[in-house]
């Protein structure tokens, strides 16, 4: 769980794996950046809820690499999480980070699954409302659907987009047309119908009310579900679990695989045979299908993660013994500052 300062203002544990800024080609998907452009701050009509302003320090994951492309308005920032491959055939994921007022000109994709991962943002299709996007939120957004999806003016937005990479675009499509200042700066917005996180909970994604109590488990974990496995973008669904500190798992093994994308405390992963990783928020932690591993919280924070199980048509499950005690209590309280 975030730890909160004096003001009582949440602060949330940032990565610190490597920042080298990678530039990354997204094919046919339209989400490049433009190159930094010192435009007047634009501000759209906003509906009788105000957008939540966020500063880059306060999103729980950290920026990529800036992508330099005319295509986008302002400074956006991209980190491959997930590529898609043959070992665990997920679709490809990245994580989107928007500087203020920074946003995608119209564009159209193949099926893709856009989740708020910290700020404010807005996501609109063609002829519908701008709809605000806040921590938490899922949108799916159907192949070819044209739209566009940015920050709100006065806060950065981040977001985790998975989507299908093979998608071809029919003969004529429409060519990217840019989101201009004045079309944003009257953008008539309303708040997302589908939003699920209450206000109260402290998590980036709805904490399950009652907790799994299992002999595989240490303690109690928290499982919810944040899509399910019918979506556009045709990924196996994707979990949440909630670990209260001190709780772990048993060795065991996915027949399919899995990965795990951490987003709240501090957290361990650890595949047989290698070393125990220390998961930040943004840390992405992949288990091969088949390979014994564990994974869990700090003994200090609420630890959460989102799970996949990939190949889902390999449903095999295995459970093994857990670390001991003694094993756990040497387990390092942060990531070594040594160079992986």
């Known amino acids: 769980m975030r ?25 046919s998907l339209a989400l490049t950046a433009c190159k930094a452009g010192a435009s007047q701050t634009v501000r759209p009509a906003q509906t009788e809820t105000a957008a939540q302003e966020s500063t880059l320090e306060e ?12 295509t986008f308005t302002g400074n ?11 070992v665990y055939n997920f679709p490809q994921t990245n994580n989107i980070i928007f500087e203020p007022g920074a946003r995608s000109g119209w564009h159209t994709h193949g099926g893709m699954v856009i989740i708020g991962t910290g700020g404010t943002g807005y996501y609109q299709e063609e002829g519908k409302p701008a709809q605000i996007i806040r921590e938490g939120d899922v949108i799916e957004c159907e192949a070819g659907v044209k739209h566009w999806h940015g ?19 029919p003969e004529g499509a429409e ?28 998590f ?11 002999d595989t488990f240490s303690g109690p974990a928290y499982v919810s579900s944040i899509i399910g496995d019918d979506n556009v973008a045709d990924a196996p669904g994707l ?3 909630v670990f209260e500190p001190g709780v772990i798992n048993n060795w065991h093994t996915h027949e399919g695989g899995q990965i795990l ?32 591993h564990w994974h869990g919280g700090s003994a200090d924070t609420e630890f959460a993660h989102i799970a996949v199980n990939t190949n889902p048509e390999l449903t095999g499950l295995e459970w093994f013994d857990r670390i001991s005690e003694e094993e756990y209590s040497q387990l390092p309280a942060e990531k070594s500052d040594t160079p992986q």
């Open 261 to 292: 994308i951490a987003t709240d405390g501090i957290g361990y992963h650890q595949v047989e045979g290698g070393e125990v990783e220390v998961l930040y928020p943004g840390d992405v932690a992949l288990c091969p299908p088949g390979v014994k």
């Open 204 to 214: 980036m994604f709805q904490k399950a009310e009652e907790p799994l109590v299992s």
């Open 239 to 241: 979990h949440y679990v």
């Open 59 to 70: 999103l729980a994951f950290a920026p990529g690499g800036k992508i330099e492309s005319d």
């Open 3 to 27: 730890k909160k300062n004096a003001s009582g203002k949440a602060m949330k544990k940032r990565s610190r794996r490597g920042g080298s800024l990678v530039a990354v080609s997204l094919m």
């Open 151 to 169: 920050a709100a003016p006065d806060s950065w937005f981040s977001q985790i987009v998975i989507y299908d990479s093979h998608y071809t675009a």
């Open 175 to 202: 060519a990217e047309e840019p989101v201009t200042d004045e079309y944003y700066g009257n953008l008539e917005t309303e708040d997302y119908a589908g939003r699920v996180v209450t206000d109260d909970n402290p």
């Open 76 to 86: 956006a920032y991209i980190k491959p999480m997930v590529m898609n491959d043959e």
